[in-house]
């Protein structure tokens, strides 16, 4: 996420009420989660197995519970919570708006574009030309749409992203002020949910196929004319490179890559990044050649059981 205009790092300390270590006009650009970061930004990291990573990172601004030694060419913030301190700079810098029309005044929609009854479009998004958006599909503020792309019924884009920390109280939702952002030619099917990344964006690229009752998560990026069918859920901030396909009731877990024309079975568990122009299978989800000889070593141990009680 970047800011509407550049701010220093004393502007940013004042609006959350911390101490920090740098220049007072150290300029500060934006905030973004570690995995996207860019010189300008700020990241934060609230536990010392991260903190090595978040110092090292390309963030020129680290919002952290220690004073540390502070990496040349970078600057700290110093809260007691920066988890609670980076939710107060999204909602500062992307409020919460409520709508009072179905369509938002701001909502920009491309010649040849066609809302059917019933649907929610929010404030600030952008629709392309010879669309389709059929009943009862929401779209929440700031998300993106290219041309010829068709949403079917009951499809949800830019819901918040299931990100929380445990507290003593209960569970403390990681604010979302990031977008979803579809490219031309993409297929949506009905009842799907589109997470909104957290400061970035869930994106889906060009051509991409989705079926029903897909789930995908905050700050992924699906590539180019992938194909998903019914059920699958992609936690956050996975990547699926370009041409991959995946079948029904697949779960893949977050953080991990799917390489380029990877084809990945039903009901299989991803839990690792997978490469490129292989076909997976299983749980946990492994290539087709790796899987059939665990399977047939599987089959063998009755066998083997039965000749040691005969030793």
């Known amino acids: 996420m970047k800011f509407p205009k550049p701010y220093t790092l004393k502007e940013i300390s004042d609006l959350i009420d911390t101490s920090y270590v740098?220049?007072?006009?150290?300029?500060?650009?934006?905030?973004?989660?570690?995995?996207?970061?860019?010189?300008?930004?700020?990241v934060f990291v609230d536990h010392p197995k991260y903190y090595d990573k978040a110092l090292e990172s390309a963030a020129t601004i680290v919002l952290i519970n220690k004073e540390v030694e502070c990496p040349e060419g970078k600057a700290l913030l110093i809260s007691d919570d920066p988890f609670r301190d980076f939710n107060k700079l999204t909602e500062h810098f992307k409020p919460f708006k409520s709508s009072n029309a179905a369509i938002a005044a701001d909502a920009v929609i491309g010649e040849g574009t066609i809302i059917q009854p019933n649907c929610f479009i929010g404030n600030n998004v952008t629709?392309?030309?010879?669309?389709?958006?059929?009943?009862?599909v929401s779209i929440y503020d700031d998300s993106i749409i290219g041309d010829n792309v068709t949403i079917h019924a009951g499809s949800v884009l830019g819901a918040s992203a299931f990100y929380y920390k445990k507290r003593p109280e209960g569970y403390d939702q990681l604010k979302s002020g990031g977008r979803v952002v579809i490219e031309d030619n993409v297929d949506i099917g009905a009842a799907c949910t589109i997470?909104?990344?957290?400061?970035?964006?869930?994106?889906?690229?060009k051509g991409a196929k989705i079926d029903n009752q897909v789930q995908v998560g905050?700050?992924?990026?699906?590539?180019?004319k992938c194909l998903i069918a019914s059920q699958v859920g992609i936690a956050g901030c996975t990547i699926i490179e370009d041409e991959v396909t995946i079948w029904g009731q697949v779960g893949i877990t977050s953080g991990v890559t799917i390489g380029k024309k990877a084809v990945i079975s039903a009901k299989a568990g991803v839990s690792k990044s997978l490469e490129g122009n292989k076909s997976?299978?299983?749980?946990?989800?492994?290539?087709?050649?790796?899987?059939?000889?665990?399977i047939a070593s599987i089959r063998k141990i009755p066998e083997i059981l039965d000749k040691l009680k005969d030793l």
Do not use: Q, W
């Open 22 to 42: 740098g220049a007072n006009d150290f300029p500060v650009l934006g905030m973004n989660e570690i995995h996207v970061v860019e010189p300008g930004d700020i």
């Open 127 to 136: 629709i392309g030309k010879n669309c389709v958006i059929h009943s009862n």
């Open 195 to 205: 997470d909104r990344g957290v400061t970035g964006d869930t994106t889906i690229k």
């Open 218 to 224: 905050h700050d992924t990026v699906i590539g180019e």
């Open 280 to 294: 997976y299978f299983g749980i946990p989800a492994d290539d087709f050649r790796s899987k059939y000889k665990e």
